[in-house]
């Protein structure tokens, strides 16, 4: 079992950063595919970023692309993404999630995770 717990969330005008990070409990972070994941309100859970086991290959949503970077540092068994130019429309609660196996190499569907975050949430004011 994993557990995985987000932090760094809070209120950023927009223009602003911030970065999140993921700690996945458990000895075996390297061997998951990572991703971020945000739902704004109203709106169905969405794809943001995700990174190989290795760090090697990162894949994001279009509308984040520039914008977000996602990394991880697997001595430190954690996860980031630094969000730097927030919009009020990246207002959402972000959550992190864990993979062990992925059909397509972005592993941009959620139902492919395996393991999920409580969420953190984030709020970009105009």
């Known amino acids: 079992q994993v557990r995985l717990e987000e932090s760094g969330g809070g209120l950023v005008q927009a223009g602003g950063s911030l970065r999140l990070s993921c700690a996945p409990s458990?000895?075996?972070?390297?061997?998951?595919?990572m991703g971020w994941f945000r739902q704004g309100p109203g709106k169905e859970r969405e794809f943001v970023a995700s990174?190989?086991?290795?760090?090697?290959?990162?894949y994001y949503k279009d509308s984040v692309k520039g914008r977000f970077t996602i990394s991880r540092d697997n001595a430190k068994n954690t996860v980031y993404l630094q969000m730097n130019s927030l919009k009020p429309e990246d207002t959402a609660v972000y959550y992190c999630?864990?993979?062990?196996?992925?059909?397509?190499?972005?592993?941009?569907?959620?139902?492919?995770?395996?393991?999920w975050g409580q969420g953190t949430q984030v709020t970009v004011s105009s």
């Open positions: 999630a864990a993979a062990t196996y992925c059909s397509d190499p972005a592993c941009s569907i959620g139902n492919q995770y395996d393991y």
């Open positions: 990174i190989t086991r290795s760090g090697g290959s990162t």
């Open positions: 458990g000895r075996t972070f390297s061997s998951y595919h």
